[in-house]
């Protein structure tokens, strides 16, 4: 589970915490505690919280990645998450998502997984999906 927020003074977090995969090896190290594969924040661009195979988003500094893109290539939140879960990591092998929120309050929430629970709150809108294009309602 993650999350990622954005505050009304500007400040950017995420938080990651492991459900664990199934029948996962004993004494696995997966990303979630690991800032910069499956977590990362700063103020001058946004906040990454990840989930899938762990080992893969250590190996690409995936949170991290995409704070990278946002900032020294000028990406969209939209753009850099979605060339990182939907090529860099689908081309390696690796299965997943993110949700991510940019200092602008856009929020991207990838995956290339059959399904990912996610939602977001922004004024005025909320939203909960697990499957692509397929909202329900949160409330």
Same mark, same amino acid.
């Given at each position: 589970m993650g999350c990622v927020a954005l505050d009304k003074d500007g400040h950017l977090a995420a938080g990651t915490s492991t459900g664990g995969m199934t029948n996962k090896r004993w004494n696995r190290l997966g990303d979630a505690p690991v800032i910069g594969a499956g977590t990362y +924040?700063?103020?001058?661009?946004?906040?990454?919280?990840?989930? *899938?195979? *762990?080992?893969?988003?250590?190996?690409?500094?995936?949170?991290?990645?995409?704070? +990278?893109?946002?900032?020294?290539? *000028?990406?969209?939140i939209e753009k850099a998450t979605d060339y990182i879960v939907n090529k860099k990591l689908a081309e390696n092998g690796g299965e997943g998502g993110l949700i991510a929120v940019d200092r602008y309050g856009n929020v991207a929430m990838p995956f290339n997984s059959e399904g990912m629970y996610r939602g977001y709150a922004i004024p005025g809108e909320r939203k909960v999906m697990i499957y692509p294009l397929s909202p329900f309602s949160a409330y």
């Open positions: +924040a700063s103020d001058d661009a946004c906040a990454v919280s990840c989930t *899938g195979h *762990g080992e893969y988003f250590i190996r690409y500094s995936v949170a991290h990645d995409v704070w +990278a893109r946002v900032t020294y290539l *000028g990406e969209t």
